[in-house]
């Protein structure tokens, strides 16, 4: 505890000293309420008149139902059949589905425990502790009423007032059974920021509804000024200042531009506003990787972003043009990872929440965020990627918006497929912009972001590999962060990415659900790419910590259009136990006893993979196993899934290489290609002839010429 005191800056202790006292204040009642006060300035009829046309235009706009059911017909019946759902009571939240919170709707429990999280101020609840409040995503995931604002769409696509009728029932019980500061609900300023955000949009969904009473309007417009009061007390500056700052600023801004009648308004929206501008600095690094390392969070970022883009422009409130200008390095860098069948490859964690889920989408599913910003941002590459219009394009920037996606002529990025991001410590290498294009993705940087890493994988070169355009080795999501201990350390550790394990030992241990021990990185020591070869050399010395002293090199080559060799080097004292490990999604995968993998995919085409070395090797699948535990990817949060791992095996003393071809196949069932090494002075593989293209490393760089038959096997 002293040595974390004294890392703190003199502003940083202020700052938390100003926020602990202020709990002990809130707790004690004598904390002030900054004039929470019903307020005279608006009420509901001119909310009507007025104040909703600050919001997203097509929220308000009365065209936005007849555009949907004319462009995306099947939308109505989506969001109708989810609301209907939530009329009944039942829940469709992060991987579960039907969730059923009682009735009256309990606020506090996670009905996938049975565990209730206990009433008394929030200061006092430990959200992680498992034992006592059960998952906490699961309780906040139901109370950040974005399922309220699938009620107002309903409502909009229908005028059925059932639906409005719904929202007036639940958000006056969820008043009542949470009093400002009493509960799990307001441990989170970033969970109370983003219920704001859906009382905002449900206030103007639901704005000609006779539902919402002059009654009604005064006390959720109450609870608002209540809860923008609570995220400017409590900002996320030192607890989480990643997505959770971003999203309560955003909350701020909701608040301060859409109700400027109250009295805090203008500071609200100025604090939000500021905070955002500056932290697109901090959390979008220069290349554009979101400095998490986590496409997931980067989703969140990308919204985060777009929805102050949109809402200052309607309301005339200036940003500072560099906000716009990181957005668009984030969008190129998510274009360029993005996998060719048009899925987004997971880097690092993700929880299957959004900052606003307005169509129901997949983890994976980013058209939603790119058609927007395509429209918004004037992107034909983002248009592209989104590949139609959607519904997010309407209920964001209405009739205008749509005219300005049809506009554009899609086309992918016109940068190199192949691209280096070095600031977040990427690599990127891929055949081209086609549907059906070979991508191989190569993690050369940090264990997660700044502070804790905590949203980052213990993946250091690890790969991720697309073939015909459909992800084949993957990464293996994030499946929990409290509910199962045991599996959120597996999902985020070493053995479930494809890399180099030793020892059995993880490249980092954890030190509690969002900490690590100790945050090794890797270092890259080459990238060259032209248009016959990529080439990526890497390092990372996680393991120097293990008798002997360990390093793992790792060189990745792409001989354009054919196949990649992954090369890897481990070196140190004595013997160790060597896993060379490949997560494969949820397809078909064999080896033979001659130690080739063949993965079949959709289409009966997929991937070949065979290692060489200068040991012997053995090899093993492993799927769904639980002793230990491997084999498992997660698509959603709280859903795993049994998916092969293929792990190369040997106990050796080093140096020791391991040279293996990645061959993207259309017949992985047919007979092996003939494939042999070059062997050097020292017995190391030192190349590999691929049927008759011979391909030799120097140690500095790579290079290919045509072979003839004389020299397979042969000495260097």
């Known amino acids: 505890m002293r040595r974390r005191l004294r890392r703190m800056s003199l502003d940083e202790l202020l700052g938390r000293s100003r926020q602990e006292v202020s709990k002990v204040l809130d707790r004690t009642g004598l904390l002030t309420r900054d004039g929470l006060t019903p307020c005279d300035a608006i009420d509901v009829e001119s909310f009507r008149a007025v104040g909703s046309r600050r919001f997203f235009a097509g929220a308000v706009s009365q065209r936005t139902p007849q555009l949907l059911d004319v462009r995306l017909p099947a939308v109505r019946n989506e969001v109708v059949s989810a609301a209907d759902a939530v009329c009944r009571g039942r829940f469709d939240l992060l991987g579960y589905r039907g969730l059923l919170f009682g009735e009256p709707v309990d606020w506090h429990l996670d009905p996938v425990s049975g565990r209730r999280a206990p009433f008394t101020h929030w200061s006092r609840i430990d959200h992680l502790d498992y034992a006592l409040v059960g998952d906490h995503k699961v309780v906040w995931e139901l109370n950040r009423h974005q399922w309220m604002v699938g009620l107002g769409q309903a409502y909009r696509l229908t005028g059925d007032p059932r639906y409005a009728d ?9 008043m009542d059974a949470n009093p400002r500061g009493m509960g799990i609900n307001w441990a989170s300023s970033l969970e109370v920021a983003l219920r704001l955000i859906s009382w905002c949009w449900s206030l103007c969904l639901f704005r000609d509804s006779p539902a919402l009473s002059r009654g009604l309007f005064a006390e959720v417009l109450g609870g608002i000024w209540a809860h923008a009061a609570h995220v400017e007390r409590y900002l996320s500056y030192y607890f989480s200042p990643n997505t959770h700052l971003t999203g309560e600023a955003l909350g701020l801004v909701y608040a301060g531009l859409l109700f400027p009648e109250l009295p805090p308004s203008k500071r609200w929206r100025t604090l939000g506003a500021r905070i955002l501008a ?30 102050f883009l949109i809402l200052a422009g309607r309301t005339a409130w200036p940003i500072p043009p560099a906000v716009a200008e990181r957005v668009g390095r984030l969008l190129d860098f998510l274009l360029a990872v993005r996998s060719p069948n048009g899925s987004m490859p997971q880097i690092g964690d993700a929880d299957s929440g959004s900052l606003l889920p307005l169509a129901r989408r997949a983890q994976d599913d980013f058209r939603g965020v790119f ?66 294009a070979h991508q191989l993705i190569f993690d050369v940087g940090p264990l997660g972001g700044p502070g804790s890493g905590g949203h980052g994988h213990a993946d250091l070169l690890s790969v ?5 355009g459909e992800p084949c080795l993957v990464d293996p999501g994030t499946y929990s962060y409290s509910g199962d201990a045991a ?18 030992e993880p490249q980092a241990r954890p030190a509690g659900p969002f ?73 078909e995968l064999d080896v033979d006893p001659g130690l080739w993998a063949r993965a079949c995919g959709r289409g009966g085409r997929g991937l070949l993979i065979r290692p060489f070395a200068n040991v012997a090797l053995k090899a093993s699948i ?63 593989p030192v190349g590999l002839v691929v049927e008759r293209e011979r391909v030799h490393f120097d140690g500095v760089g790579a290079f290919r010429v045509r072979a003839v038959s004389s020299a397979v096997g042969r000495r260097e």
């Open 622 to 684: 492993h799927s769904g196993e639980f002793d230990p535990r491997q084999g498992w990817t997660s698509a959603e949060y709280g859903r795993q899934d049994a998916s092969p791992v293929l792990v190369y095996s040997t106990v050796s003393k080093g140096p020791l290489r391991i040279m293996t071809l990645l061959l993207p196949t259309s017949d992985p069932r047919g007979a092996a290609p003939s494939v042999a090494p070059l062997v050097g002075e020292d017995s190391l």
């Open 487 to 504: 599996g959120r350390d597996f999902f985020r550790g070493t053995v479930a990415h494809s890399t180099v394990v030793v020892d059995g």
């Open 166 to 174: 719904a929202f007036a029932a639940f958000v006056r019980q969820w």
């Open 464 to 468: 991720q590999c697309a073939v015909f």
């Open 515 to 587: 900490q690590w021990r100790t945050r090794p990185l890797a270092r890259l020591r080459q990238w060259r790419s032209t248009p016959e070869f990529d080439l990526a050399d890497a390092e990372h010395a996680a393991y120097l910590h293990l008798s002997g002293g360990v390093t793992h090199r790792r060189r990745v080559l792409f001989v354009k259009g054919g196949y990649w060799i992954v090369v890897d080097d481990v070196d140190g004292q004595g013997e160790h136990q060597v896993d060379l490990r490949f997560q494969f999604a949820q397809i």
């Open 278 to 307: 500056d932290q697109s600095g901090r959390q979008i690094l220069p290349d554009g990787v979101y400095f998490e390392q986590s496409t997931g969070y980067a989703r969140y970022t990308l919204e985060i972003y777009l929805h």
């Open 371 to 436: 058609a927007t910003a395509a429209a918004l941002l004037s992107r034909a590459d983002c248009a592209w990627a989104a590949g139609a219009a959607t519904p997010e394009v309407l209920w964001l920037l209405g009739p205008a918006g749509l005219r300005a996606f049809d506009a554009l002529r899609p086309a992918p990025p016109g940068l190199s497929p192949s691209r280096l991001f070095p600031d977040g410590g990427c690599v990127v290498m891929r055949t081209g912009w086609e549907p059906d």
